[in-house]
Nanobody
Framework: QVQLVESGGGLVQPGGSLRLSCAAS????????MGWYRQAPGKQRELVAQ???????NYADSVKGRFTISRDNAKNTVYLQMNSLKPEDTAVYYC??????????WGQGTQVTVSS
């Protein structure tokens, strides 16, 4: 049974930082592309950052230079370091694992609120 458990969300002031974590179980983690997505109220879910099984990363233009995705294959965990947060970063952040055969698994999401 695949499980993805996100943590690290919360309320932060503009300009602040948060680090999200997503712990995976039930998969051979190193073979999966791991991604962070977010969904703000009234908006579609969008890709924030992705770390492929081959080591490639990519980012949404809106977060380049502020967010960093990383992964620890020994701990089956992917991280999203978010710096210089803006109110428009407010959303529910989801972790996704994609297998080599394009099966997708999602976490339950963690709320990030950027507000003064």
């Amino acid at each position: 049974q695949v499980q993805l458990v996100e943590s690290g969300g919360g309320l932060v002031q503009p300009g602040g930082s948060l680090r999200l974590s997503c712990a995976a179980s039930g998969i051979i983690f190193r073979f999966f592309t791991m991604g962070w997505y977010r969904q703000a109220p009234g908006k579609q879910r969008e890709l924030v950052a992705q770390f492929t099984s081959s080591g490639t990363t990519n980012y949404a233009d809106s977060v380049k230079g502020r967010f960093t995705i990383s992964r620890d294959n020994a701990k089956n965990t992917v991280y999203l370091q978010m710096n210089s947060l803006k109110p428009e970063d407010t959303a529910v952040y989801y972790c996704k694992a994609r297998s080599l055969s394009y099966n997708d698994y999602w976490g339950q999401g963690t709320q990030v609120t950027v507000s003064s």
